[in-house]
């Protein structure tokens, strides 16, 4: 058996895999449901989609769009359980704004309204409420919205973790295109907003476990609507966005390649990684590619738009080291295949669960 013959046996077995009906094997949940990997998706397929199938729910984008009365919305919603609730570079309070303005964001939308809801320990310093609301008022002005309405619940002591926060946000689509991941075709350039991995491993520094420290090191967390803005103004060809949250930017190109039926191909060495991420990521012994950001998106542009893509992105403050880090090609369809900085190349697939839990 020759190397081509080996190659497209394990093409066949992965496709196979893939075609299976999903469902969850375990009688339990476990963290790898909520992060964002293989797990999170079956969890979803298997349990959510099953029970609340419906047209608007099953394309499964950052947010749902709906027509009312002639006018384009789109609909949202994010869950915040990060954990310390404070770290460099921002907190749980504006997370949960920028989180979930950011949806809103790479599907198109301006954001409008948000809704809030909290989850309170029992024994928070209201200090730290204080802290929390401070920052979600600063991070909605900042991104234009306004939080409308709200709900607190308060749980024993031990049984909350100081502070969970639920939004809901609601924007509107101005412009007349529709974009989406089935929409990528061969010869698409693949491009990063800017350096990645930077919010997961902020966080997972920030909570002291490791004795790792790395000076400087910030969450990007940021509203993105106004980079996504001049972009969208800037190129006509935009394909698609998704901002790269939980399971990272290798799992969004994963989600591309399946919904279109195309090959993602990235190049390990155009990948903007700040070398403190880098070297934390070695030592802790994860992948930058599958650590969440939270100012980042990923987007999917015409291929002879690229530069122009790339120009507007990078005159703006957010987008100042975006970076084209790969193509889409026609073979193999479904797959993500990484060209080393060694000159191989290998898969990437999904993660079944990640190794940094609570990160958002």
């Known amino acids: 058996m020759n190397r081509s013959d080996r190659e497209q046996q394990v093409l066949d077995r992965i496709e196979r895999a893939r075609r299976r009906r999903v469902a969850v094997k375990e009688e339990r949940i476990t963290l790898a449901h909520g992060a964002g990997g293989k797990a999170t998706s079956t969890l979803v397929d298997a349990i959510f989609l099953e029970a609340f199938r419906n047209p608007l729910l099953e394309p499964l984008t950052d947010a749902a769009e709906l027509e009312i009365g002639g006018s384009r919305l789109a609909l949202t919603t994010d869950s915040f359980v990060v954990t310390p609730l404070f770290f460099p570079g ?15 964001a790479v599907s198109g939308a301006r954001p409008l309204y948000l809704t809030a809801g909290f989850i309170l320990e029992e024994g928070l310093p209201v200090a730290d409420l204080h802290r929390i609301t401070g920052s979600m008022r600063a991070a909605a002005e900042a991104a234009g919205v306004l ?22 946000g609601v924007g509107v689509i101005e412009h007349a295109r ?30 002291g476990d490791l004795g790792i420290e790395a000076e400087g090191l910030v969450s990007d967390t940021a509203p993105l609507y106004g980079l996504v803005d001049v972009l969208l103004t800037a190129t006509p060809g935009v394909r698609m966005m998704r901002d790269a949250t939980r399971g990272g930017v290798a799992t969004v190109l994963n989600e591309i390649a399946k919904a279109a039926e195309v090959a993602v191909v990235v190049d390990e060495d155009a990948l903007p990684v700040r070398p403190e991420v880098r070297g934390a990521a070695e030592l802790l012994g994860i992948d930058p590619l599958y650590v969440a950001c ?3 998106f990923v987007a999917v542009v015409a291929g002879a738009e690229t530069d122009r893509a790339l120009a507007a992105l990078r005159g703006h403050p957010l987008g100042a080291q975006a970076a084209v880090i790969g193509r889409v090609a026609a073979d193999p369809p479904g797959l993500v295949l990484l060209k080393t900085g060694f000159g191989g ?9 990640d190794p940094l839990p609570r990160i958002c």
Do not use: Q
């Open 178 to 207: 529709r974009f989406g991941m089935t929409g990528v075709r061969p010869g698409d350039a693949v491009i990063v907003s800017g350096p990645i991995g930077d919010h997961g491993v902020t966080i997972m520094l920030a909570r």
């Open 345 to 353: 190349t290998r898969i990437c697939d999904v993660l079944v669960g």
């Open 294 to 296: 939270e100012g980042r």
């Open 90 to 104: 921002g907190d749980i309070g504006d997370l949960a704004v920028n989180g979930t303005v950011n949806d809103l």
């Open 147 to 168: 939080v409308v309405t709200g709900d607190t619940k308060v749980v024993e002591r031990g049984k909350g973790d100081g502070c969970y926060i639920n939004t809901a």
